[in-house]
């Protein structure tokens, strides 16, 4: 009879223990959607500004700089969306699945889910962008920070992406040059001959002077 109880007991405590494990990865998944909405905030507020310095830095003649502030743009546009859709795949699973089925991919997606939110932390807690303009040994230090934190982590389609802002943003903040004729300037007979006139001219003037 003890024996049965004492079933039931340790039933009812896996049960417990299940649904506590599985409160506590929701809490988890609030916890990093609650996050991402910080960042999606931010991102929105600092994407412009990065936009708005890389024009500057055009009007000045740092090209390498801006390029690579819109490198930055690009990466962590694409990390909130990559974590945000990783965040919507773990909660389907939560929701739609037998929790104990699936427990371990939740696990790796919610750890997945906060290394992409450190990194993003990264990228926010850079100090400010604008010290990437001047001419010194920490703007230096800065752009280097930058290219190390997103080196790796554009594909070849992101770059094409950036190139063809980087070009957008040279058209319109960029002077435009005249263009350069591609044929020689068509000379006239009389235009020819007019160096001849006057070597004649100031001759025949030396000859009379004498």
């Not at 965040?87 to 991919?105: C, K, P, T, Y």
């Amino acid at each position: 009879m003890g024996s049965l109880f004492s079933k039931k007991k340790d039933a009812g405590h896996s049960l417990q223990s299940r649904v506590t494990e599985k409160d506590q990865v929701i809490l988890q998944l609030k916890t990093q959607r609650d996050k991402m909405k910080i960042y999606v905030k931010k991102n929105q507020k600092t994407m412009e500004k990065d936009r708005e310095v890389a024009r500057q830095l055009l009007k000045v003649g740092k090209k390498d700089r801006a390029l690579i502030l819109l490198k930055k743009k690009k990466y962590v546009d694409q990390m909130v969306e990559k974590t945000l859709r990783q965040l919507n795949q773990i909660e389907s699973m939560v929701q739609d699945l037998e929790f104990a089925e699936i427990e371990q991919r939740v696990l790796e997606g919610l750890k997945k889910g906060n290394e992409s939110l450190k990194e993003m932390n990264k990228m926010f807690s850079i100090e400010d962008v604008e010290k990437i303009m001047d001419d010194t040994r920490e703007a230096a230090e800065y752009q280097e920070e930058i290219s190390n934190l997103i080196a790796g982590g554009l594909s070849q389609n992101d770059l094409a992406d950036v190139e063809e802002e980087f070009e957008k943003l040279m058209e319109t903040e960029l002077p435009q040059l005249p263009e350069v004729p591609s044929e020689e300037p068509v000379v006239s007979e009389a235009e020819r001959e007019r160096p001849v006139r006057e070597k004649a001219r100031r001759e025949k003037v030396l000859v009379t002077a004498e």
